[in-house]
């Protein structure tokens, strides 16, 4: 599987829109690009993902870059719930089927 | 509709002792995953069943973990005997056998070996 880059960690304020940065410079055409976030004590969440195109859901927003070596995860409006650790994912949906390689991911932190 | 159920929510043994956890998936989600997350790491897919047969278990510790899926839903998680580097969370996942993009994570076993 392809490596992602992410910080280690960010802060937001509540309320303000957070932009979680994800590096994937060694991208094949066949990847799909996952964000899932794990909140304290739970197991992981689905958030978004997308192959080529941007895309929207009532959670985030994934904005891909044009030569897909990096991706962005937007937080429209962050609240004290959204703070958790956000793994970026990236799958090749011809060698890995639906397996997910998780990295370390990025904990954010979210202040009132 | 309910969620991946996973028991027991926490566990405490000493080393050598062995250790059971079970998952119930989704209804209806013919795939299933356990994976192992250590303190301060993302989770480390062990094993992946779709129906009762495996798909990947190339990093499960054949030597001292083993999964089984006997009816194709309920799974079982066993650790025998267990080392100091168990100590983790254990979480069950689900998905449609047709591939969404969203696998649905269960809240944890979280194993402790003294």
């Known amino acids: 599987d392809a490596k992602t880059t992410q910080p280690n960690s960010m802060e937001s304020n509540e309320e303000e829109p957070v932009h979680l940065p994800c590096n994937h410079s060694?991208?094949?055409?066949?990847?799909?690009i996952h964000w899932y976030r794990q909140l304290p004590s739970q197991g992981p969440e689905y958030v978004i993902h997308?192959?080529?195109s941007n895309v929207n859901n009532r959670m985030a927003s994934l904005a891909i870059a044009e030569d897909r070596k990096s991706s962005t995860l937007i937080l429209h409006r962050a609240t004290l719930r959204d703070a958790a650790v956000y793994y970026c994912i990236l799958r090749d949906q011809e060698t890995s089927g639906s397996r997910l390689t998780f990295g370390e991911g990025t904990q954010l932190t979210v202040n009132p | 509709e309910a969620g991946v159920a996973q028991s027991p929510r926490y566990k405490i043994i000493e080393k050598r002792q062995s250790v059971a956890f079970w998952c119930n998936p989704i209804?209806?989600?013919?795939?299933l995953y356990w994976y192992q997350q250590i303190l301060g790491q993302g989770p480390k897919l062990l094993i992946q069943f779709q129906n009762n047969g495996v798909v990947d278990d190339s990093q499960l510790p054949k030597d001292r973990f083993s999964a089984e899926r006997l009816k194709g839903v309920d799974s079982t998680l066993k650790i025998q005997p267990a080392k100091l580097e168990d100590s983790a969370v254990y979480l069950c996942?689900?998905?449609?056998?047709?591939?969404?993009?969203?696998?649905?994570f269960g809240e944890g076993s979280r194993l402790t070996v003294l």
């Open positions: 996942a689900s998905s449609l056998v047709k591939f969404t993009g969203e696998l649905f």
């Open positions: 997308g192959l080529t």
């Open positions: 209804s209806g989600h013919a795939t």
């Open positions: 060694t991208i094949s055409g066949t990847d799909y």
